[in-house]
């Protein structure tokens, strides 16, 4: 079973950019779509982007889409969300999930195999 651990975030300017990454661990990185959400103080948990296993195919929620980019490296066994032109309401925990099919438009928001701990992203007006 792949275990998640995030890092990256942190406090951050409007307009600023920012990278998370998410470092798995074990062999069947490669087997599992990576998706990250994010959740606000007060707000329910809100999808970000999702990548497919080979990383060939990436679907970025419209909240987000043309700043967010989600990539992986699985010869790192790690993903990344490079954040730009960041905004106070992009204020949240991100967190990334393991799933071992790859949905797309239709993205998975539960039967995840593992979650990590989540990462602190706060964004400065």
């Known amino acids: 079973q792949v275990q998640l651990v995030e890092s990256g975030g942190g406090l951050v300017q409007t307009a600023g950019p920012l990278r998370l990454s998410c470092a798995a661990s074990?062999?069947?990185?490669?087997?599992?779509?990576m998706n990250w959400f994010r959740q606000a103080p007060g707000k329910e948990r809100e999808f970000a982007a999702t990548?497919?296993?080979?990383?060939?195919?990436?679907y970025v929620a419209d909240s987000v889409k043309g700043r967010f980019t989600i990539s992986r490296d699985n010869a790192k066994n790690t993903v990344y969300l490079q954040m730009n032109s960041l905004k106070p309401e992009d204020t949240a925990v991100y967190s990334c999930?393991?799933?071992?099919?790859?949905?797309?438009?239709?993205?998975?928001?539960?039967?995840?195999?593992?979650w990590g701990q989540g990462t602190q992203v706060t964004v400065s007006s």
């Open positions: 990548i497919s296993g080979s990383g060939g195919a990436t």
């Open positions: 999930a393991a799933h071992r099919y790859y949905g797309g438009s239709s993205y998975y928001t539960q039967d995840f195999d593992a």
């Open positions: 074990g062999r069947t990185f490669s087997r599992y779509a």
